[in-house]
């Protein structure tokens, strides 16, 4: 048996009387790359903490390196050796690569910050991983904040091993990185793993753990419910239980659902154009329908987020109303998290709905009738009513739903979303699936920009993939069969077809 770098045994957590962890037994043993799929994010937090920071537990063992680092009896607290890496930024800004990786090292933060010295010391750990093996050159002169997301990635592993850290998590790392960077930092995991390091690889989609893991394990509601061993051809069944169990009956039906909703055919009228630098063909977007774009390299994606910031300038089709223009708010946009980034903490939860209404509902600030209407509609459509609470009770899946409401009252032409299901655990995307239906219904065409086609493929009418060089694919409902199988939700697109 290979020496293990982490084991739990049993180990609950309680938060003011509340269990945030339950009998949590996880063994991560030496070159694992071990899938944690979380049903839902509940728990997940106190999980890392307790790995990264000792945080006091209720009972159980924690061990490390096959040495006990926390217990129910332990009072030892401090940072421990693993790391943690999330898609967020993590490197210090203002310095080189060089400098990230020896600064942090052993001894030093201690020394004289020395070209040559620092060379030398990284030099062994760059020829062992080989970059151009990866296709991925790692340039010690850059500045971190010049780096592509997958080389960040990397200096961070890399940084790790440099540390001595022998486990690192990986978490939700797919959402700012294209299929083709994935099977490139793959292969760098595996590399790793042959070298005695083990990785966590945390995931919201059981194909994505299937490519890359040798093990997965269920993380449900603050407890871990089954370990498989991915490759073993003898328990595939209990893996594609271990999926069902994932997504739940509920969420199956959800996406399942959603291949009933009528198509919007091409022939619809274009009342829109996605057109920069990296697209100079340009990708049309048809009246009605919800358009999933993915890209496959990240420099194109964030040239159009930046574009967005000013929508304005795009070229648009579409028709003014009766009585006006829609001016600038023909086009909408939610950037990512929007639980995070398109609420305004200091105002009201009515204030925050319809802050982007009064063209529509003129005089609805002095109008009590008209703010009636709203609540009546927001509670209609949601089943909730959260008017007489503070922006700051309410849980992330309330807020995103009082921004995609917002929407919905503002009623915009075309709507551009940013990678919605960032981060999303099965009850977030239920509710993004319900809040962008809700939209569509309502006639606004929607526009879902991503890195990882994730969960949009579950809504989509329409799949476009633009590639490193801006060549364009795309792809009808009917022929989402076609997309690559490791894609989450293409199974029922192809299970459709062969019915």
Same mark, same amino acid.
């Given at each position: 048996?290979?020496?293990?770098?982490?084991?739990?045994?049993?180990?609950?957590?309680?938060?003011?009387?509340?269990t945030?962890?339950?009998?949590v037994?996880?063994?991560?043993?030496?070159?694992?790359?071990t899938g944690?799929?979380?049903?839902?994010?509940y728990?997940?937090?106190?999980?890392?903490?307790?790995?990264?920071?000792?945080?006091?537990?209720?009972y159980?063992?924690?061990?490390?390196?096959?040495?006990?680092?926390?217990?129910?009896?332990?009072?030892?607290r401090?940072r421990?050796?693993?790391?943690?890496?999330?898609?967020?930024?993590?490197?210090?800004?203002g310095?080189?690569?060089?400098?990230n990786?020896?600064a942090?090292?052993?001894?030093g933060?201690?020394? =004289?910050?020395?070209?040559k010295?620092?060379?030398?010391?990284?030099?062994?750990y760059?020829e062992?991983?080989?970059?151009?093996?990866?296709?991925?050159p790692?340039?010690?002169?850059?500045? $971190?904040?010049?780096?592509t997301?997958?080389?960040s990635?990397? $200096?961070?592993?890399?940084?790790?091993?440099?540390?001595?850290?022998?486990?690192?998590?990986?978490?939700?790392?797919c959402?700012v990185?294209s299929?083709?960077e994935?099977?490139?930092?793959?292969?760098?995991?595996?590399?790793?793993?042959?070298k005695?390091?083990?990785?966590?690889?945390i995931?919201?989609?059981m194909?994505?753990?299937?490519?890359?893991?040798?093990?997965?394990a $269920?993380?449900?509601?603050?407890?871990?419910d089954? $370990?498989?061993?991915?490759?073993r051809?003898?328990?595939?069944l209990?893996?594609?239980?271990?999926?069902?169990?994932?997504?739940?009956?509920a969420?199956y039906?959800?996406?399942?659902g959603?291949?009933?909703?009528?198509?919007?055919?091409?022939e619809?009228r274009?009342?829109?154009q996605?057109?920069t630098?990296?697209?100079?063909?340009?990708?049309?977007?048809?009246?009605?329908?919800?358009?999933?774009?993915?890209?496959?390299?990240?420099?194109?994606?964030?040239?159009?987020?930046r574009?967005?910031?000013?929508?304005?300038?795009?070229?648009?089709a579409?028709?003014?109303?009766a009585?006006?223009?829609?001016?600038?708010?023909?086009?909408?946009?939610?950037?990512?998290? =929007?639980?995070?980034t398109?609420?305004?903490?200091e105002?009201?939860v009515?204030?925050?709905l319809?802050?982007?209404?009064?063209?529509?509902?003129?005089g609805?600030?002095?109008?009590?009738?008209?703010?009636?209407l709203?609540r009546?509609e927001?509670?209609?459509?949601?089943?909730n009513?959260?008017?007489?609470?503070?922006?700051s009770?309410?849980?992330? /899946? /309330?807020?995103?739903?009082?921004?995609?409401?917002?929407?919905?009252?503002?009623r915009?032409?075309?709507?551009f979303?940013?990678?919605?299901?960032?981060?999303?655990?099965v009850?977030?995307?239920?509710?993004?699936?319900?809040?962008?239906?809700?939209l569509?219904?309502?006639?606004?065409?929607v526009?879902?920009?991503? =890195?990882?086609?994730?969960?949009?493929?579950?809504i989509?009418?329409?799949a476009?993939r633009?590639?490193t060089?801006?060549?364009?694919e795309?792809?009808?409902r009917?022929?989402f069969s076609?997309?690559?199988?490791?894609?989450?939700?293409?199974?029922l697109?192809?299970?459709?077809?062969?019915?």
């Amino acid at each position: 048996m290979k020496p293990e770098i982490l084991r739990m045994e049993r180990v609950t957590c309680r938060n003011r009387e509340q269990t945030e962890l339950q009998d949590v037994s996880l063994s991560i043993q030496e070159g694992d790359i071990t899938g944690l799929v979380p049903v839902n994010t509940y728990g997940l937090d106190c999980l890392l903490s307790v790995l990264l920071f000792n945080d006091p537990i209720y009972y159980g063992y924690v061990y490390y390196c096959e040495t006990c680092i926390n217990s129910w009896k332990n009072e030892k607290r401090g940072r421990n050796p693993i790391t943690l890496i999330d898609g967020s930024p993590a490197l210090v800004k203002g310095m080189t690569v060089a400098m990230n990786l020896y600064a942090f090292s052993p001894g030093g933060e201690n020394e =004289v910050l020395h070209e040559k010295n620092m060379r030398r010391m990284l030099e062994p750990y760059l020829e062992d991983l080989n970059p151009e093996r990866f296709g991925l050159p790692i340039p010690l002169d850059a500045y $971190v904040e010049d780096l592509t997301p997958l080389q960040s990635i990397v $200096v961070q592993i890399l940084r790790a091993v440099v540390l001595g850290h022998r486990l690192i998590i990986l978490r939700e790392i797919c959402s700012v990185l294209s299929e083709e960077e994935m099977e490139v930092l793959s292969g760098i995991l595996r590399h790793y793993t042959q070298k005695g390091y083990a990785f966590l690889y945390i995931s919201m989609h059981m194909e994505e753990i299937g490519e890359i893991c040798t093990r997965a394990a $269920v993380f449900s509601n603050g407890s871990v419910d089954m $370990v498989r061993d991915v490759r073993r051809e003898e328990e595939d069944l209990s893996l594609e239980e271990s999926s069902y169990m994932v997504y739940a009956n509920a969420l199956y039906r959800s996406v399942s659902g959603a291949l009933e909703r009528p198509q919007k055919r091409p022939e619809n009228r274009v009342v829109t154009q996605i057109r920069t630098d990296s697209i100079p063909e340009g990708i049309r977007v048809y009246e009605g329908e919800c358009l999933a774009v993915q890209f496959l390299d990240t420099g194109p994606y964030q040239e159009l987020v930046r574009a967005l910031a000013d929508p304005d300038g795009m070229d648009l089709a579409l028709p003014a109303p009766a009585g006006g223009s829609l001016g600038g708010r023909q086009i909408a946009v939610l950037r990512e998290n =929007v639980a995070q980034t398109m609420v305004f903490r200091e105002m009201s939860v009515f204030d925050n709905l319809c802050i982007a209404t009064d063209h529509r509902m003129s005089g609805i600030w002095r109008n009590r009738r008209l703010r009636d209407l709203a609540r009546n509609e927001y509670i209609r459509l949601t089943g909730n009513d959260p008017f007489e609470r503070s922006i700051s009770s309410l849980s992330r /899946e /309330e807020l995103t739903e009082l921004v995609y409401m917002r929407i919905y009252m503002q009623r915009p032409g075309v709507l551009f979303i940013e990678q919605p299901f960032k981060g999303a655990d099965v009850p977030m995307k239920q509710k993004v699936w319900e809040m962008i239906g809700k939209l569509l219904e309502a006639g606004i065409t929607v526009v879902i920009l991503t =890195v990882n086609m994730a969960d949009a493929l579950a809504i989509a009418d329409r799949a476009v993939r633009v590639g490193t060089s801006g060549q364009i694919e795309e792809y009808l409902r009917e022929s989402f069969s076609e997309l690559p199988k490791n894609m989450p939700w293409t199974s029922l697109y192809r299970d459709r077809k062969a019915e």
